[in-house]
Nanobody, 126 residues
Framework: QVQLVESGGGLVQAGGSLRLSCAASGRTLSSYVMGWFRQAPGKEREFVAT????????YYADFVKGRFTISRDNTKNTASLQMNSLKPEDTAVYYC???????????????????WGKGTLVTVSS
């Protein structure tokens, strides 16, 4: 079992930045592909970014390319999502997830992830 706890959400103005962190316990994160997903009110959970176990490969949703950066530190058992140039449409609950059964490409499907945090709310005001 892996326990994931997100932090770093909050209220920010459009154009601002936030850095989300995901702290893991229970097992070393190096065995898992990591991902960030988000869910806005009334919408389904959607893929934001994934990163391979060794951090060599990343994938981003088109709507965050060039603005968000996913990273991980396996020595600290953490993953992060740096979010710049935030837009009101980025408002959502952001979830960290870990997957044991897939790679970074397959992890774009939320059903491919095995462990989830409870989420952290990001609100971007216009």
């Amino acid at each position: 079992q892996v326990q994931l706890v997100e932090s770093g959400g909050g209220l920010v103005q459009a154009g601002g930045s936030l850095r989300l962190s995901c702290a893991a316990s229970g097992r070393t994160l190096s065995s898992y592909v990591m991902g960030w997903f988000r869910q806005a009110p009334g919408k389904e959970r959607e893929f934001v970014a994934t990163i391979s176990r060794g951090a060599a490969t990343t994938y981003y949703a088109d709507f965050v390319k060039g603005r968000f950066t996913i990273s991980r530190d396996n020595t600290k058992n953490t993953a992060s999502l740096q979010m710049n140039s935030l837009k009101p449409e980025d408002t959502a609950v952001y979830y960290c997830a870990a997957g044991a059964r897939t790679g970074a490409a397959g992890a774009r499907d939320p059903h491919g992830m095995d462990f989830w945090g409870k989420g952290t709310l990001v609100t971007v005001s216009s």
